[in-house]
């Protein structure tokens, strides 16, 4: 079954505002969480990633959260942009690097 | 670098033929993988090769066969196509052997069964 799931199947926001885009796993051997984004007609690009020994982690406007305790993820933009419209993938590792294993997704949609 | 390539970009397919996608990366990783994705769906795992040399099912590898020509080839074949392999196919690579365990992804094959 799916162990990696989003909460929410769409997401709309307004242009500078922050969007929170969330995945729970059900998986507590999971060790490795990477999110992904998929704009339309082409293939997943990274964003960010997290190891289950860390809790957050930051890049370049994007901030990924992990608790543990819930097996939830979340994925955080600031001040989002209209090219931060896409399909966003969270995946929880499986099998020490083999695998990814993907949720459905969550398309963020930015609003002038 | 060109990252991860594949070919072709389209295909469509009769039902009962066979065809094969191709996948290359040039990034020197040890680690391939083929996903399909359905339309709203996430991506489901086919085959990986953790590396040259070796080959593994993934999720959904029934109708599908791989083959790892060498570091830096991976090829999906479909011997007998069916309607229910209509998808998006993509191909990934990853160094997990650096402790990073991104995966790089192609831009696609989509690929029609009529």
């Known amino acids: 079954g799916e162990s990696v799931g989003l909460h929410l199947p769409t997401l709309s926001v307004q242009e500078g505002d922050n969007s929170i885009i969330n995945c729970a796993y059900s998986n507590s051997a999971s060790d490795y969480f990477i999110w992904y984004k998929q704009e339309s007609g082409k293939g997943p690009q990274f964003i960010i990633d997290i190891r289950s020994n860390m809790d957050k982690r930051q890049g370049q406007r994007v901030t990924v959260l992990l608790n543990k305790t819930v097996k939830h993820l979340s994925l955080q933009i600031a001040a989002t942009q209209p090219g931060d419209s896409a399909v966003y993938f969270c995946a929880e590792n499986l099998n020490s690097g083999y695998a990814l294993n993907f949720g459905k997704g969550t398309s963020l949609l930015v609003t002038p | 670098n060109a990252g991860v390539t594949q070919t072709p970009k389209f295909q469509v397919l009769k039902t009962g033929q066979s065809m094969t996608l191709q996948c290359a990366q040039d990034m020197n990783h040890n680690s391939m993988y083929w996903y399909r994705q359905d339309p709203g769906m996430g991506l489901r795992l086919i085959y990986y090769s953790a590396s040259e040399g070796t080959t593994d099912k993934g999720e959904v590898p029934n109708g599908y066969n791989v083959s790892r020509l060498n570091k830096r080839e991976f090829s999906l074949r479909l011997e007998s196509a069916a309607p229910s392999q209509t998808s998006v196919y993509f191909c990934?690579?990853?160094?997990?052997?650096?402790?990073?365990?991104?995966?790089?992804f192609g831009p696609g094959t989509r690929l029609t069964v009529t």
């Open positions: 990934a690579s990853s160094n997990f052997r650096t402790g990073r365990d991104e995966q790089y």
